[in-house]
Nanobody, 123 residues
Framework: QVQLIESGGGLVQAGGSLRLSCAAS????????MGWFRQAPGKERAFVAA????????YYADSVKGRFTISRDNAKNTVYLQLNSLKSEDTAVYYC????????????????WGQGTQVTVSS
């Protein structure tokens, strides 16, 4: 049974930084593409970033390019999302997700999800 557990969310001022972590179990972690999504109140869940199993290739939504960085440590079965230069519009619940195939951005393409961690950016 795949389990993803996010941590690291919190309240931060605009311009600040946070580092989210997602610990995975129950899967061959290094073979999975890992993604981060977010969902703001009243909005649909949206793609933020993803990283291939080897960690060599990353993908970002245009809205976070240059501010967020995704990385992974396959020895620890953990994927990270570094959030810098945070803006009020980054406020959302952030979810970790996993899929065994190639990169996709749609929510339905991911087979496992974490419970989410709240990020709130005050202006």
């Amino acid at each position: 049974q795949v389990q993803l557990i996010e941590s690291g969310g919190g309240l931060v001022q605009a311009g600040g930084s946070l580092r989210l972590s997602c610990a995975a179990s129950g899967l061959m972690f290094s073979t999975y593409l890992m993604g981060w999504f977010r969902q703001a109140p009243g909005k649909e869940r949206a793609f933020v970033a993803a990283i291939r199993g080897s960690g060599s290739i990353t993908y970002y939504a245009d809205s976070v390019k240059g501010r967020f960085t995704i990385s992974r440590d396959n020895a620890k079965n953990t994927v990270y999302l570094q959030l810098n230069s945070l803006k009020s519009e980054d406020t959302a619940v952030y979810y970790c997700a996993a899929r065994p195939g190639l990169f996709v951005t749609h929510v339905g393409g991911y087979e496992a999800w974490g419970q989410g961690t709240q990020v709130t950016v005050s202006s």
